[in-house]
T-cell receptor
Framework: DAGVIQSPRHEVTEMGQEVTLRCKPI?????LFWYRQTMMRGLELLIY????????DSGMPEDRFSAKMPNASFSTLKIQPSEPRDSAVYFC??????????????FGPGTRLTVL | TQLLKQSPQFLSIQEGENLTVYCNSS?????LQWYRQEPGEGPVLLVT?????EVKKLKRLTFQFGDARKDSSLHITAAQPGDTGLYLC????????????FGAGTILRVKS
């Protein structure tokens, strides 16, 4: 298995532009998570899906952020319009439901977003 | 407010030294995980502990879950430069559903 795949790996854009981050989870995993990591705030959960349905989006910072999961093998995180304070590394992770013992999350390599 | 507090925030040591990283909370967790993250990569799971008082060993790494399931520690014996990275603890409990709550992390640097 190739693991969680994210694209692009790096994105540099100007304030006000639309940014779309993409994620392909591990096949067979029924949970997908989007995180944001910064030095100041650490790793923050933005939203997660179960079987392609958004379950908890309480971590999405504001209406400029939106996420979709049209099928089990693809998800997008969109920022429109982007602002300099959105600069961060965005991670996608996936996991498979386990009834006990904790759910290991498998992280992608991340997308480093810089908004100028 | 960080639900899981990790200490120290940063640790710089010489190769061969021992170290302990702590993860503390006032909340009870049904399980706690430790991840390691290297620069330019995503976090990778090291271990999951689920039982109060549980101790797990992974080569030179020893993980312990507190009896009350509110805290955990990671001890590294004879640290190597390859141990350098960001160590994150993450917990789950019924209140948070299937979400992982992450600590802020401990940056470890092992100098040769």
């Amino acid at each position: 298995d190739a693991g969680v795949i994210q694209s692009p790996r790096h994105e540099v854009t100007e304030m006000g532009q639309e940014v779309t981050l993409r994620c392909k989870p591990i096949s067979g995993h029924d949970y997908l998570f989007w995180y944001r990591q910064t030095m100041m705030r650490g790793l923050e959960l933005l939203i997660y899906f179960n079987n392609n349905v958004p379950i908890d989006d309480s971590g999405m910072p504001e209406d400029r952020f939106s996420a979709k999961m049209p099928n089990a093998s693809f998800s997008t995180l969109k920022i429109q319009p982007s602002e300099p304070r959105d600069s961060a590394v965005y991670f996608c992770a996936s996991s498979r439901l386990r009834l006990a013992g904790g759910n290991e999350q498998f992280f992608g390599p991340g997308t480093r977003l810089t908004v100028l | 407010t960080q639900l899981l507090k990790q200490s120290p925030q940063f640790l710089s040591i010489q190769e061969g030294e021992n170290l302990t990283v702590y993860c503390n909370s006032s909340s009870v967790f049904s399980s706690l995980q430790w991840y390691r993250q290297e620069p330019g990569e995503g976090p990778v799971l090291l271990v999951t502990v689920v039982t109060g008082g549980e101790v797990k060993k992974l080569k030179r790494l020893t993980f312990q879950f507190g009896d009350a399931r509110k805290d955990s520690s990671l001890h590294i014996t004879a640290a190597q430069p390859g141990d350098t990275g960001l160590y994150l603890c993450a917990g789950t409990n019924m209140e948070y559903g299937n979400k992982l709550v992450f600590g802020a992390g401990t940056i470890l640097r092992v100098k040769s």
